[in-house]
Structure formats: C-alpha cells, structure tokens
C-alpha cells in the first residue's frame, strides 16, 4: 500500500469580492472553499491535467465574445432606429412654414445645427456620456409600496 504525501497548508490573502465569489462558488458547488481553490489553482497551473483543452477554453472565450459583439451590435441597431423614428415622427407633425419666415428659420435651424454639432464634438471629446448622466437614484421610484 502507498502512502499518499500529505497535503501542504497555503494561507492567502484574498480581496473581499473575491473571497465572497469563492465562498459563493463553493457553495453553490457543495464544496470546501478549499477544494474549491485548490481546484481552481490546478487548472490554472494545468488546464489539461485538470480535465480542461486549453483550445475549448480559448474557444469558449471567443463564443462569449462574439455573443457580446452580437449584443453590441443589436443594441446600436435599436438605438439607430429609435432615433431615425423619432425624427422621421417629429418632422411628420411639424407643421410647414410661410415662405415669408422660411428663410429666417432656416438660417436658425442651420445657427442651431452647428451648436448642436459643436456639443456632441466637445462631448464625444470628453469622457461624458448620456448613459452616464442618467443616475438610477434620479429616476422616480416605480415599485409599488408595501402596505404596512
């Protein structure tokens, strides 16, 4: 009969999002948090000792990454359209002007077209984005409330 080696003792130090991911994992597994990272260090160290193709993995990182992609590019398709729409609908209703102020709107209309290009350049320079403008802690609370 063999002797197998004892098992060395580690301790590490982890950041509290990744000790609560470990604890989490492990859970969710039925495992010890150190099975789990010992685990997880095995196949760092030996993705094919460890039951995993390196290739499978390189390759399941690019399905995620075209799966992202596809994401991104769905979402700016919605986003192109919903403004095309928008406009398409804003210049149906506008009613038309007299031609004896036509020219003077449409001087306005190109005096406003070049600020509005100059913002989006200083904006698009800049590292503000609308997204980022939009705090959930301004928008109007939508759940119901609970009755007490």
């Excluded at 075209?66 to 398409?88: K, N, P, Y």
């Excluded at 609308?130 to 959930?136: E, H, Q, S, Y």
Aim: no cysteine; hydrophobic share 40%.
């Amino acid at each position: 009969m063999t002797m197998r080696a004892r098992k060395k003792r580690l301790s590490v130090y982890l950041e509290p999002d990744l000790w609560k991911g470990l604890r989490t994992q492990a859970a969710r597994r039925s495992m010890s948090d150190s099975l789990l990272a010992e685990a997880a260090i095995a196949a760092w160290l030996d993705p094919d000792a460890a039951g995993g193709d390196p290739r499978a993995s390189l390759e399941g990182a690019m399905q995620r990454l075209e799966r992202r992609q596809a994401r991104i590019e769905r979402d700016l398709s919605i986003s192109v359209e919903t403004l095309a729409l928008f406009i398409r609908i804003w210049f149906t209703s506008m009613p038309g002007l007299p031609d004896s102020v036509a020219a003077a709107a449409r001087a306005q209309g190109a005096e406003r077209y070049d600020r509005f290009v100059e913002m989006l350049g200083r904006r698009l320079a800049s590292d503000r984005r609308f997204r980022t403008d939009l705090k959930t802690d301004d928008l109007p609370d939508t759940e119901p409330k609970s009755s007490q």
